[in-house]
């Protein structure tokens, strides 16, 4: 029997109402529609203390955070565009993903994410090119399709929803993609050991790869 794929929504921004988590919603729909089984972290409900390397022994919410990414297959990521770039509070989250440098597979290893931002203006591409520089710092696959949604207090009221068809058939088609693509690495042995360790030998990003590659 093929495995269940799970898909985890990580996004929206310290505002009570947020487009990015209600843009992060549909898209979840989208993967559960598509057969995932989905969570949702939204960052104004995880309220994670800011990163520090020393923090000692990791809060609650953030074991709720590294858990949920690490059993991902998928991810879909959406984040306010804040001053031509992604928000603090998602980068803060983004940075707690560190814990993963010792889980097998580390850090996003073989797990594909799709990319969402909300702006003002016209330039949330700015915020998605971002993520996708972080997808590939913790070895995630980035899906080719991205929604950035410009001018989003247009798309979306006070209770989250949108009476644009065309952006929630984007967002729908995003999550339908992160579980396709998901589904595929799932069924096979994407990065194999050898990939791994080249991989942590030459772009290491926790002190014990780059002990290990000398
Ligand atoms: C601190 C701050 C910085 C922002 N910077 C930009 C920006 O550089 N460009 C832009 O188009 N919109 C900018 N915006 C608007 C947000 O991107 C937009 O309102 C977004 O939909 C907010 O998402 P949220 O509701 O999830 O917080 C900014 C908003 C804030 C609060």
């Known amino acids: 029997m093929a495995k269940e ?19 992060l919603k549909i898209a979840l ?5 598509a057969g995932a089984q989905t969570e949702l972290l939204d960052v104004r409900e995880l309220n994670l203390p800011m990163y520090a390397p020393d923090f000692g022994e990791a809060p609650e919410s953030v074991s709720r955070l590294c858990q949920a990414v690490h059993e991902a297959d998928g991810l879909l990521w959406s984040s306010p565009l804040y001053h031509g770039t992604i928000s603090g ?4 989250a983004l940075d707690w993903l560190q814990l993963l440098s010792d889980r097998e597979p580390a850090y996003l290893t073989d797990k594909v994410v799709g990319l969402i931002s909300t702006a003002g203006g016209t330039q949330g591409l700015q915020a998605v090119n971002t993520m996708e520089f972080v997808v590939r710092a913790l070895r995630g696959w980035a899906v080719p399709l991205v929604i950035p949604i410009p001018q989003a207090w247009r798309v979306f009221d006070k209770e989250g929803h949108t009476h644009d068809a065309k952006v929630a058939e984007q967002l729908h088609a995003l999550g339908h993609e992160v579980t396709r693509a998901a589904r595929q690495f799932a069924s096979k042995v994407i990065t194999t050991p050898d990939a791994a360790r080249a991989e942590a030998e030459i772009q290491p990003i926790s002190e014990k790869e780059a002990k290990a590659g000398e």
Do not use: D, M, R
């Not at 898909?7 to 505002?15: E, K, N, Q, R, T």
């Not at 729909?29 to 529609?33: C, K, L, P, R, T």
């Open 29 to 33: 729909e989208g993967a559960a529609a």
């Open 89 to 92: 509070s998602f980068k803060n």
């Open 5 to 23: 794929i799970k898909v985890v929504g990580l996004g929206g921004s310290l505002a009570a109402q947020s487009n990015s988590l209600a843009a």
